[in-house]
């Protein structure tokens, strides 16, 4: 099945489809017509011979020189060579994907260096190495072989392009890798939430914890949304405890903070999420470029769409809930660890002092946590000026989405171990048993990794729990 992409009409669903490389994609017919419009409208704007950035000018600071109409062509040539001047590791396949289209359904993927861009006149050192492809310059990735642009391009079918004035400016001068880079973070993200709530609420079993916190009528009289959303997950997780029913009337009157704010944390990270989809889906939507050619009036009128700073802030609020949702999970499972709060042998292990249990593995999640603290400082308030003070504010909006995918790294690990240790826990209470949902959450988890009965080597557990977490908990 071949999926249309007609721009303005991008959604979650179908970019989801992007990432995964089994999918076919086509442009639709209507747009083609606006570009053709467009093609016609620059060519007609240099033959009048009047300074239009980018297309007879330099670029930046150089926007002052004049370029001469037999040189347009290798203008737009030198600009894709000269920004191709990233650093660092490739940036990841599902992130490449997201970028672009004429390559994507043969699956050649440019190699794209991860550094060098500050998110500011558009992604332009990566978007130059996604672009030198279609030029025959660079390298590619096709079936895990890195090779020639040339070879690559000869894979899929296609013959090398020579850019026409203005094209090459087109291809670099926008926010699509730092949006890619940003947006697949947020589809990571919200396996790793869904998965840290119903791992959350198999804690608050595991600790005779309280469901009273998850009540509608707390939530409802706030009128904050996510937090009244999130609440009725815990709910559904939790409904039908026949470990819950067996202290209802117990001397405890209130749990701490990681079992009875749930819904006030994880609610405000879900808010988090949905307002930067938003500002994501509007971007991934949105034209960046600049000059905006309007073919209709025949103008071409410079402005800034290519700055980032809307990918930038949305970054940087996802990079405090991933942060936020890891903290609150590296806390529950240390209230595990004590026996004077959880009721349940210290570190979740018999015969300790022989046996560790679940020591180490907590201070490995309080490594993560910590990391991701440090990487939540927001990169958008930072800023060096470029191009000869030029462009003399800059949004770093590409190392604010690129640093997402360290960060959710860490917190899948966080909520990986605290699923090794709810489960743990929840087995101490047999014969007892959680609510059916959380028993097939704990089936799921002992399908891969048994109970710890003595020390054994757990960084396998913690490896395959985290694969669970990343590759999505079944919804209660």
Known sequence: MQHLITPG???????QRAVSGDAKFALAGSPRERIDASVRAVRELVSRHEPIYGINTGFGKLAQTRIA??????????????????????????VVRLALLALLNADVLPVVPEKGSVGASGDLAPLAHLSGVLLGIGEVVVKGERMSALRGLAHAGLAPFELGPKEGLALLNGTQCSTALAIHAAQRLQRIFDAAVAVGAMTVDAAKGSDTPFDDRIHAVRGQRGQREVAARYREWLHDSPLRQSHLHCEKVQDPYCLRCQ????????????????????????????????????????????HAEPVAFAADNLALAIAEIGA????????????????????LIEHGGLNSGFMIAQVTAAALASENKSLAHPASVDSLPTSANQEDHVSMATFAARRLHTMPDN????????????????????????????????????EEVPFMSEDRLMAPDIAAATALVENAVLAP
Do not use: Y
């Open 328 to 347: 609150l999970s590296e806390r529950r499972t240390a209230m595990l660890m004590d026996p004077v709060l959880s009721g349940l042998p210290a570190f």
């Open 9 to 15: 009409r991008l959604d979650k669903a179908l970019l």
């Open 69 to 94: 109409d037999d040189q347009l062509t290798q203008l737009q040539k030198n600009l894709v060579l000269s920004h191709s001047a990233g650093v660092g590791q490739p940036l990841a396949a599902p």
């Open 411 to 446: 917190t899948a690990g966080v909520v990986a171990i605290e699923w090794l240790a709810a489960a743990q826990a929840l087995e101490f209470h047999r014969p007892l048993r959680s609510s059916p949902t959380i028993e097939a959450l704990l089936a799921r988890l002992r």
């Open 263 to 306: 819904p006030q944390v994880m609610g405000a990270c879900l808010d988090q999420i949905d307002h930067a989809w938003t500002i994501l889906l509007a971007e991934a939507n949105g034209v960046s470029d600049n000059p905006l050619v309007f073919a209709d009036t025949m103008e071409a009128l410079s402005g800034g769409n290519f």
